[in-house]
């Protein structure tokens, strides 16, 4: 769906997430937005512990950064994007977040897995009812899925998740603070681009 929206074929798309992450005032978060974007980027988006801090409130974010999207399409001729976060404490707050940003011209939003499975199937469905993309970022995983002794892999969550209505989900690489093994981050992608299961369980 992504690609359609971009209209970009035939390449990886290219992205990055914002940093710093925390402490931008929401002109220079755009401004950051803009010269990403302007610079050969495809997207950009919001890390997942921006939400609505005192030092940059959620509704300047979508403003500043929306600017940064149109100027940089504007210089570039290209079509581009940003992943506006738009987890909150209630889900008012996050349908009035995800309804400014479809407001402003946004395509896709951004969730983090740790707003909990009922209020990201909700806005799943209020994605699909408005067209827009839905992407889900991993936080929160690590309290179940990282322990050795008890708890569940990342694969299982990232099945729920497609399940659920998410569209892409931040699985991770194989460097980083996430996970790092190899084969572990394949299997990640493998259960997330798999069309069907080859065993049913009776």
């Given at each position: ?81 940003h992943y506006f976060n ?10 009035e977040r995800a309804e ?103």
């Open positions: 769906v992504e690609r359609e929206r971009l209209d970009k074929f035939g390449r990886p798309l290219l992205g990055a997430t914002v940093k710093p992450k925390l402490g931008l005032s929401g002109k220079n978060y755009g401004r950051v937005v803009y010269e990403g974007l302007k610079g050969g980027l495809d997207f950009l988006k919001d890390d997942e512990n921006i939400n609505s801090q005192p030092f940059m409130r959620w509704r300047e974010r979508f403003l500043f950064g929306m600017e940064g999207v149109n100027r940089a399409s504007a210089a570039t001729g290209e079509i581009k994007g738009v987890t909150a404490g209630t889900m008012e707050d996050v349908y400014f940003g479809k407001e402003l011209g946004s395509v896709i939003i951004m969730i983090d897995l740790v707003m909990g499975y009922t209020a990201i199937q909700s806005i799943a469905k209020w994605s699909r009812q408005n067209s827009m993309i839905l992407h889900l970022h991993r936080a929160g995983n690590s309290t179940y899925a990282r322990q050795k002794t008890h708890g569940m892999n990342f694969r299982v969550i990232c099945k729920w998740m497609r399940m659920a209505g998410v569209d892409h989900i931040h699985a991770g690489t194989v460097v980083g603070k996430l996970e790092g093994d190899p084969l572990m981050v394949k299997g990640f992608y493998t259960t997330l681009l798999a069309t069907q299961s080859e065993i049913n369980l009776p």
